[in-house]
């Protein structure tokens, strides 16, 4: 979530797009959080084998891509950024 939100903070975008950058992509990263926590305890409970691998590769990435793009989706539709 940090680095979700250190890069919405450094796009050049209006603070007001900024805002909505930060509230959606809070909101979306805990969410998909929630779920992934859920989905490890039960890999972790019914399928032990695969746990670590889970964690490790998969959930991790699902995090980082659904991070990426959400940062793609504020950029191209809320981020206006100013001309200069």
């Known amino acids: 979530m940090s680095i979700y939100l250190s890069a ?10 900024k805002r909505v950058g930060a509230g959606l ?16 305890f039960l890999i972790g409970l019914y399928f032990k084998q695969v ?4 964690h490790v590769y998969v959930a991790q990435a699902l995090v980082i891509c659904v991070a990426v ?14 001309a200069s």
Do not use: K, M, Q
Not at 8 to 17: F, I, Q
């Open 69 to 82: 793009a959400l940062w793609l989706y504020w950029a191209t539709r809320f981020a206006d950024a100013p």
């Open 51 to 54: 746990f670590h691998e889970t």
């Open 25 to 40: 992509g809070i909101g979306v990263i805990l969410v998909v959080n929630i779920f992934r926590v859920a989905a490890l």
């Open 8 to 17: 919405v903070l450094a796009y050049p975008a209006t603070w007001a797009s």
